[in-house]
């Protein structure tokens, strides 16, 4: 007796499937049914397909997921439209990084996650308005406006789009107001079991008379990270940078990594070329590679500026070196672990949501740049070729891949 063939709503056919989540990196077809993944195979059983996708030469991973982007448009001054930087550049998930805060979060959760395409989540900021303001005006991170039990209040609220919160280490915020920001931050994480995403490199300006120095800002910020809690821009150029103006790994920055202290890119305005080729040979390779895109700071939804995205990001550090595999994990497994939401994102393991992202690695002799014009030449680029979004295919429209047309 013949068995009946499966149906699925959505196949992609023939495409390279790295899953580093499954460990499987292979030609492989990918079934989704239902807005879920339904099968990974080289052959899958007898079906029919309500739509049938050749992606033959193209890559095929989980729904990519860019861990800080700034999308609260029109409200957060720097941010962008939540599309544009999320299934329109490639990623299905994003996570708004501290552009909330526990006064506006119930206003980005009504009014931008229900006519978003991509998944939204957010890390508030600790400050109750987050970080608002399209300039970074001191009196936005004072400790006054941080309200511990709102914000605990807020994760037990919304456990669905609330992960993480964040925080400021940089030499201006200590030298105004110390570590009574981190100190509230520490509270609201362990009450709340969410981790502590913290900001490094100089973000406000500094009151000369209480600076703690530049190289001492690494012995202040790490005493309060726990097992889990992320270190913001590794690889920045600020005089208060991690790695700035060093020739090795500070031992101090070893033991935190050591103990389960994870890095995020958080490419923005962070990225400096010269520091990571230095310091990816001594081992600081970052957990987690995320874009930190956003539009140009002092301007409302203006993205003339804006010269960098994730998938050029990743396509930078594929010429400094990384395998297509590592550079994968950074964008769909390790954030998704980072999120707790591995079970549902990050994999095409069955049952997972049905997010794919397929991009093609186009040969050529390409050009990545930092804003600091530091360059590296590369073989290859990934360009975003579709997603899909529980189970619906989308065309990138790719407006801001401007880093990728330049190339």
């Known amino acids: 007796m013949t068995s009946e063939p499966e149906i699925y709503d959505l196949v992609l056919k023939g495409g390279r499937v790295v899953d580093p989540a499954q460990k499987i990196d292979g ?16 052959r899958l059983p007898p079906h029919r397909a309500a739509r049938t996708e050749n992606v033959s030469g193209s890559v095929v991973v989980p729904g990519v997921i860019d861990m800080h982007v700034h999308n609260f448009q029109w409200v957060t001054g720097h941010a962008l439209n939540a599309d544009q930087l999320g299934v329109h550049s490639g990623a299905t998930t994003t996570v708004s990084m501290g552009d909330t805060g526990s006064l506006t979060l119930r206003g980005y959760k009504h009014y931008l996650v229900p006519q978003s395409k991509t998944h939204l989540l957010c890390v508030p900021a600790v400050m109750g308005a987050g970080f608002m303001n399209p300039t970074p005006d001191p009196h936005f991170f004072h400790p006054d406006t941080v309200d511990i039990e709102a914000n605990i209040k807020l994760a037990r609220e919304e456990p669905e789009i609330v992960r993480g919160f964040k925080a400021h280490g940089d ?30 490199g100089l973000l406000v300006s500094i009151v000369e008379a209480t600076r703690p120095g530049p190289k001492q800002v690494i012995d202040i910020i790490l005493p309060w ?3 889990g ?9 600020y005089p208060d940078g991690l790695l700035t103006g060093r020739d090795e790994v500070p031992p101090q920055l070893r033991a935190a990594l050591d103990r389960g202290v994870l890095l995020d890119l958080g490419r923005g305005h962070h990225l400096s070329i ?4 230095k310091m990816m040979p001594k081992g600081i390779i970052p957990d987690i590679i995320s874009s930190d895109v956003h539009g140009t700071f002092g301007k409302f939804n203006d993205a003339s500026t804006l010269d960098y995205s994730l998938f050029g990001t990743l396509s930078l550090f594929l010429a400094l070196g990384m395998t297509l595999g590592e550079l994968i994990e950074r964008v769909t497994v390790a954030p998704a672990r980072w999120l707790r939401m591995q079970d549902k994102i990050g994999t095409l393991a069955p049952g997972a949501w049905g997010d794919v992202t397929v991009f093609d ?3 050529g002799k390409w050009v ?21 979004r529980l189970g619906e295919v989308i065309q990138p429209e790719g407006a801001l891949l401007k880093d990728l047309e330049a190339a």
């Open 274 to 277: 010269d520091i990571a080729r």
């Open 361 to 363: 690695v186009v040969p």
């Open 368 to 388: 990545f740049k930092d804003r600091l014009r530091a360059s590296v030449v590369g073989k290859e680029k990934l360009v975003p070729k579709l997603v899909v």
């Open 171 to 200: 030499e201006g915020c200590l030298s105004r107001f110390g570590t009574a920001v981190i100190e509230k931050a520490r509270k609201i994480c362990d009450e709340t079991g969410l981790p502590l995403y913290l900001h490094t």
């Open 229 to 237: 809690d992320i270190l913001a821009h590794p690889f920045a150029l």
């Open 27 to 42: 030609i492989a077809d990918v079934a989704i049914r239902n807005g879920r993944v339904a099968a990974v195979a080289a």
């Open 225 to 227: 990270l726990r097992p």
